[in-house]
């Protein structure tokens, strides 16, 4: 509930604190006083439109703090964990107002979002009027408020599952069929290069591998060719070898006929020999090793070309050939494997649909059931509300054809206000004053089932005589029994009601008797029988209307 409303320099309101308690406060004043500024900040506070209009004469800013005592389960909480926002003890909702139109959002302490500050707003506060429709034109408003009435909300949360399981299936089975057509428009295509690319076979990393082994093979070829022109010169016909042996061998016989003068020559020519030798025994191993098959080279070449021909026609790096294969092969199996898959998944689709369908018909039917007792409920309260001729009518119009999370029902609140009439929408059929008093009775049907912790009527009591105002006041009395409310009224039967009555009212500041400044006070005992007298009686207060004041009072304490 709302247990702290902190405003400073909103239109008239200079400063105020004002503490507020369970059950029923009424905010009662002359007309003029700023009851309807009151109602502006709290606005403000829960995520209302802000405007630099609302800042008091003369100030830079405005502010507004409200702050609320919320049950632990309570789904703000939720909201502000979602957000990461500390969700222990009192809920803050700060809003800083210029005057340049620029605003501030502070959640516990916090910079915020104006868009998390009304969504917490929504769940925390609702402010009802003779002119208000938040709850009563949005017919998806009216489903909750139904199924909220009727205990369904796990029925339909159940639905609401339901429909998104049978909708995953839906776009699934529409996702494998668009995938099948595609796949059957270019069937011949797919298969022509499946064709080609399994009898090509490429392999992840091939074209590296074959260029460089096409570099070492002409590189070798080109080796080759100069090795074995040094064979030749040292093994073919214009060989050095045979000729110095010869010369060896002659130099040898004369040794000893000059001994000791050729010994070194001989030796010389010896280590030569053998060394030339050596070197036509490497050259031979050299060419042996760098040996190749021309063919070898032509298969490489082949194949390394028709690899990037391929890439070409593709239209892809020839190393993703490998992953174009799979994905193709992919595509030709689902094309071949399409009308199983796809008969699967339409028996899914209808398994998921069926029941989807069972499970929104027996929630409509549970609707259908819940809506006469709303119906009967709230017709309870009209006589009293001196509505007796009225009718209130839930309709709920189910149509399979027009499913959504919410199952197959449009439900709509519908009044006739006298018999014989046409009924129709209640914001349509309904004046301000019968409006405020068919929702004072729709939320007492309700009572805490789908409202806000604290409910705010703006003077639902205009226009209406002193048995009607009496019937509010106890209808009000009674929600506070479950829900914090705020009713800001002219009706004496009503203020008599209130466990905490506040007085709002203007007075100057200061020595500037041009600038007068709005107050809101809590009254006593004593306080609150001057009060009801002036409302019972206008401006001149008589014993009369004290005595009058002393019994709605004591009526009210009943």
């Known amino acids: 509930m709302l247990v702290h409303l902190s405003i400073r320099d909103i239109v008239l309101i200079e400063r105020l604190e004002l503490t507020l308690g369970e059950g029923l406060s009424v905010l009662t004043g002359e007309t003029g006083a700023g009851k309807s500024i009151l109602l502006d900040a709290l606005s403000l506070a829960l995520g209302g439109r802000g405007d630099g209009g609302l800042v008091r004469h003369g100030a830079k800013q405005g502010e507004v703090i409200a702050a609320f005592d919320i049950a632990s389960d309570h789904p703000a909480r939720a909201l502000l964990s979602e957000n990461g926002f500390d969700d222990d003890g009192d809920l803050v909702l700060r809003r800083v107002q210029n005057a340049d139109g620029r605003t501030r959002v502070f959640v516990n302490d916090r910079p915020s979002s104006v868009a998390l500050m009304r969504q917490l707003g929504l769940g925390l506060v ?105 064979h030749e010169e040292l093994s073919g016909p214009t060989s050095p070898v045979p000729g110095l042996a010869n010369v060896l061998k002659r130099l040898d016989r004369k040794r000893d006929e000059l001994p000791g003068l050729l010994d070194e020559a001989i030796g010389r020519l010896d280590v030569a020999l053998d060394a030339l030798s050596d070197a036509q025994m490497s050259l031979e191993g050299a060419l042996r090793s760098l040996e190749f098959d021309p063919r070898a080279l032509e298969e490489t070449e082949e194949r390394l070309f028709a690899l990037r021909a391929a890439g070409r026609k593709f239209n892809v790096p020839v190393d993703d050939l490998p992953e174009l294969t799979a994905r193709m092969i992919g595509d030709l199996a689902d094309l071949d494997a399409g009308e199983e898959r796809l008969g699967t998944l339409e028996r899914e689709v209808a398994e998921k649909r069926e029941r989807f369908d069972r499970a929104a018909a027996e929630l409509s039917e549970k609707r259908e059931v819940a809506a006469r007792m709303l119906e009967a409920a709230v017709m309870a309260e009209l006589p009293d509300l001196k509505l007796d001729r009225a009718s209130f009518i839930v309709v709920v119009t189910s149509d399979p054809e027009q499913a959504s999370a919410a199952g197959i029902d449009a439900i709509e609140f519908h ?83 209130a466990a905490t009555h506040l007085l709002i009212s203007k007075a100057s500041t200061g020595a500037e008797e041009e600038r007068v400044a709005t107050r809101v006070a809590a009254i006593d005992t004593s306080g609150r029988r001057e009060e009801i007298a002036r409302m019972l009686a206008g401006e001149s207060v008589t014993e009369e209307a004290r005595a009058a004041a002393d019994r709605l009072i004591g009526a009210g304490t009943r």
């Not at 909300?153 to 609401?160: C, G, I, M, S």
């Not at 699934?172 to 290069?193: F, I, P, T």
């Not at 729709?442 to 048995?467: C, H, M, N, Q, Y």
């Open 126 to 230: 609702e402010i009802h009027g003779q002119h208000d429709d938040r709850a009563l034109v949005d017919t998806d408003s009216h489903r909750q408020l139904l199924d909220q009435f009727g205990g369904l909300e796990r029925d339909a949360e159940a639905v609401a599952q339901l429909f998104a399981e049978w909708r995953a299936a839906r776009d699934a089975l529409a996702r494998h069929r668009a995938k099948v057509e595609a796949a059957a428009r270019e069937a011949d295509y797919l298969r022509s290069a499946v064709d080609e690319l399994s009898e090509l076979a490429p392999i992840a990393g091939e074209e590296e591998e074959l260029a460089e082994r096409r570099q070492v093979m002409m590189r070798s070829e080109k080796i080759a060719t100069d090795v074995n022109d040094a």
């Open 415 to 497: 009044v006739r206000t006298n018999p014989g009439t046409r009924a129709g929408p209640m914001m349509k059929v309904a004046s301000g004053g019968e409006l405020s008093r068919f929702l004072l009775a729709l939320k007492v049907a309700l009572a805490d089932r789908g409202s806000a912790p604290t409910l705010v009527f703006d003077e639902i009591d205009t226009g209406v005589g002193g048995a009607v105002a009496d019937a509010i006041g106890r209808r009000l009395a009674r929600l506070a029994g479950s829900v914090q409310v705020l009713a800001v009224t002219h009706a004496p039967q009503v203020a008599a009601r």
